[in-house]
Structures are given as C-alpha cells and as structure tokens.
C-alpha cells in the first residue's frame, strides 16, 4: 500500500533556529513527493516537489526538502525559522500504480515562536 | 487571477437533506479532485477526475457522487448526507498527472457539518 506517515503532530521552534518536519513513506517503485502548507483557514499551497534528480529539493519561501532513499524519508527543512512559518504542513505521495491517486500524511502543526 | 473556487464555504445541514457543494476552476486544468480533512487523518482523497465525463474513486467515495459535465467545475453532491460527513472539504486541481503537471492547487475549503 503507498502511504506517508508524519510521525510528529506538532514541532515547536524558536525564530531564527533552523526547523525540521519530518516525513516517511511506502510507496512502490521511485517516488513522486509533496510538501503542502495550509495556513489557518485557507487552502492547501505548494511548497515543493520531489521527481527525480538531486536528492536536495529547494521550494517555495526558503524551504527545502531531503530525499533519502535508504530511510524512505523525505523531510522538509529551512535554516532559520520565520514566526510567519507557523501553520500545517502536509507531507504527500502519488500512487505510482495509479498516478491520479494521492495519499497525504496526517499533518505536522509547526509552531515558531518569537 | 487564477483559482479555484467553492462554495459555499460553510454550510450546516442536516441528515439526509440532499447538497451538493460547486468547485470551479479557472486554469483549464484537466485534472480536478475532492479531498476530505479530518483531525489526525489529514487529507483524504474522494473522486478525482481526468477530464470531462472521466471519473473515479479515490479511498473513501462511499456516500459520495460527483460529474464533470464541464471542463471547469466538479461538483460533489451528497445525496443523503449523514453525521460521519462533517468534515472540511476540498477541491484542487491541476494541468494533468504526468510528472512536471502534478502540482495540485486547492480551493479555500468548504466546512460541512451534518446534524
């Protein structure tokens, strides 16, 4: 079965500490990876995306994501954390079996206090 | 400005009162599906679409219709809504499902409580 586990409800960081999200999969075959953020009452926006290529993912608002095969991970990561990057971050991955099929994580509520 | 629309954005009910909530979007993407987001679960997927009058199921359809009569809109209708269906919906889309055109862009979300 393809799905991702977000193993931390919440993370908690002081402004200007590098953060860390964390995120795991089980997919079949090579992975197509998301991060989402969803800021309080808005829709999901994307921040970036993991194909193929070099295992470092840079995205949207300074935000980067690791790939790392052998751990089946791909965690999302910035060097010095923004208050305005408190909200809920989504962990995604296509189905590689069915491609219009996509399982997200549970979601990760990032806390960055000032 | 490109997006993607719902409505209406809350809405109370009660069971079995038939609705339906309206996603529309204005990108011309081939590629429209319904989430449901519920704590601790995050976001699951309900029907997707490929294209106009091209559907499927996504993991929890059940209690679930939707049409794609049009390029632009996605309707979700539940035809007898019961308690377990409150919950915040959403609609994305995106240009297509083949590698670079995957990237899914939401609707603000829809608050739906049955009673």
């Known amino acids: 079965a393809q799905s991702v586990a977000q193993p931390e409800d919440q993370v908690n960081v002081a402004e200007g500490n590098p953060l860390t999200v964390k995120c795991t999969y089980s997919v079949s075959g090579n992975p197509y990876l998301f991060w989402y953020v969803q800021y309080p009452n808005r829709g999901l926006q994307f921040l970036l995306k993991?194909?193929?290529?070099?295992?470092l993912v840079k995205g949207s608002y300074g935000f980067e994501a690791e790939f790392n095969k052998s751990q089946t991970s791909f965690h999302l990561k910035k060097p010095s954390a923004l208050v305005s990057d408190s909200a809920l971050y989504f962990c995604a991955v296509r189905d590689m079996r069915n491609f219009n099929k996509f399982y997200f994580g549970s979601g990760t509520k990032l806390n960055v206090k000032p | 400005e490109a997006q993607v629309t719902q409505n209406p954005r809350y809405l109370i009910t009660v069971t079995g009162k038939k609705l339906t909530v309206t996603c529309s979007q204005n990108m011309n993407h081939e590629y429209m599906s319904w989430y449901r987001q519920d704590p601790g679960l995050g976001l699951r997927q309900i029907y997707y679409s490929m294209n106009v009058e091209v559907t499927d199921k996504g993991d929890v359809p059940e209690g679930y219709k939707v049409s794609r009569k049009e390029k632009r809109n996605f309707p979700l209708i539940l035809e007898s809504p019961s308690p377990n269906q409150t919950s915040l919906y959403f609609c994305a889309s995106s240009p297509g499902t083949s590698g670079a055109t995957d990237t899914q862009y939401f609707g603000p979300g829809t608050r739906l409580t049955v009673l």
């Open positions: 993991y194909i193929t290529g070099d295992n």
